[in-house]
């Protein structure tokens, strides 16, 4: 998880020292044209968007601000400190991490990396395809219908993985760390629940106690930790 603090950290010093003719922008947001081919892009105090079906020959990049991309778009990574990341369906991206922001991904996604928040929601949705891992520190993290190829891990938020979703890694709970940044309060238990025909092929790990919820169509390659397969509640409808 700390691999995306060096990210931003990289980033930011980055675009502060670029030079304008790299494509920085300073205190202006960023809009590209559907249908368009760019280079990449960088803000420092910025929104970006780009339209339909445009192609981004490198990364969008920006310290405060939003990226918004649209369908069918082809981009490299996309990465933000304080803002939200959302892509649209049938686009093409590399890695996404943001810091302070949620991370969007639509329908029919290909993401040949990983997708990362510190403070934030992550929703992949029906058909969407992740090659590496998912994980944040705060905020609820949902698959619906989506193939992750790498783990999938949170510290404080809720996990549900529904309509036939595929995890291939591991499911990781990890225990709090109350001297690490962006740990905040534990509110109540995590809830996690592996929906109807949803399937973790590697082992759900439980560093601390969740509640715990399989679907009786779901599969899970095991239960490891403070909490064992046993512990599990099934249930047989949309939702426990």
Same mark, same amino acid.
């Not at 029906?126 to 891992?133: H, S």
């Not at 809720?158 to 291939?168: A, E, F, N, T, Y």
């Not at 909490?227 to 599990?232: C, I, N, P, R, S």
């Given at each position: 998880?700390?691999?995306?603090?060096?990210?931003?950290?990289?980033?930011?010093?980055?675009?502060?020292?670029? %030079?304008?003719?790299?494509?920085?922008?300073?205190?202006?947001?960023?809009?590209?044209?559907?249908g368009s $081919? %760019?280079?990449?892009?960088?803000?420092?105090?910025?929104?970006?968007?780009?339209? $339909?079906?445009?192609?981004?020959?490198?990364?969008?990049?920006?310290?405060?601000?939003?990226?918004?991309?649209?369908?069918?778009?082809?981009?490299?990574?996309?990465?933000?400190?304080?803002?939200?990341?959302?892509?649209?369906?049938?686009?093409? %991206?590399?890695?996404?991490?943001?810091?302070? *922001?949620?991370?969007?991904?639509?329908?029919?996604?290909?993401?040949?990396?990983?997708?990362?928040?510190?403070?934030? $929601?992550?929703?992949?949705?029906? *058909?969407?395809?992740?090659?590496?891992?998912?994980?944040?520190?705060?905020?609820?993290?949902s698959?619906?219908?989506?193939?992750?190829?790498?783990?999938?891990?949170?510290?404080? *938020?809720?996990?549900?993985?529904?309509?036939?979703?595929?995890?291939?890694?591991?499911?990781?709970?990890e225990?709090?760390?109350?001297?690490?940044?962006?740990?905040?309060?534990?509110?109540?238990?995590?809830?996690?629940?592996?929906?109807?025909?949803?399937?973790?092929?590697?082992?759900?790990?439980? $560093?601390?106690?969740?509640?715990?919820?399989?679907?009786?169509? %779901?599969?899970?390659g095991?239960?490891?930790?403070?909490?064992?397969?046993?512990?599990?509640?099934?249930?047989? *409808?949309?939702?426990?």
């Amino acid at each position: 998880m700390y691999k995306i603090l060096e990210i931003v950290a990289v980033t930011a010093l980055s675009l502060l020292l670029a %030079a304008p003719a790299d494509g920085l922008s300073l205190n202006k947001s960023i809009e590209i044209a559907a249908g368009s $081919e %760019a280079d990449g892009q960088s803000s420092v105090n910025g929104s970006i968007s780009v339209g $339909e079906g445009a192609v981004i020959n490198g990364s969008l990049e920006t310290v405060n601000g939003s990226i918004r991309i649209d369908d069918k778009v082809t981009l490299r990574d996309a990465e933000t400190v304080n803002g939200a990341i959302r892509i649209g369906s049938g686009s093409t %991206a590399d890695d996404l991490s943001s810091v302070n *922001g949620a991370i969007t991904l639509a329908s029919n996604v290909v993401v040949n990396g990983g997708v990362e928040t510190v403070n934030g $929601e992550i929703t992949v949705d029906e *058909g969407t395809r992740v090659t590496d891992g998912v994980g944040n520190v705060n905020g609820d993290i949902s698959l619906v219908g989506a193939d992750v190829g790498g783990n999938l891990s949170t510290v404080n *938020g809720d996990v549900s993985l529904d309509r036939g979703s595929i995890l291939r890694g591991n499911l990781v709970v990890e225990q709090q760390n109350p001297g690490g940044f962006g740990f905040g309060k534990l509110r109540r238990k995590t809830r996690v629940v592996i929906g109807r025909d949803s399937k973790v092929l590697g082992t759900v790990v439980l $560093e601390r106690e969740v509640e715990l919820y399989l679907h009786d169509s %779901a599969e899970v390659g095991g239960v490891s930790g403070v909490m064992g397969l046993d512990d599990a509640v099934r249930f047989s *409808g949309d939702r426990p």
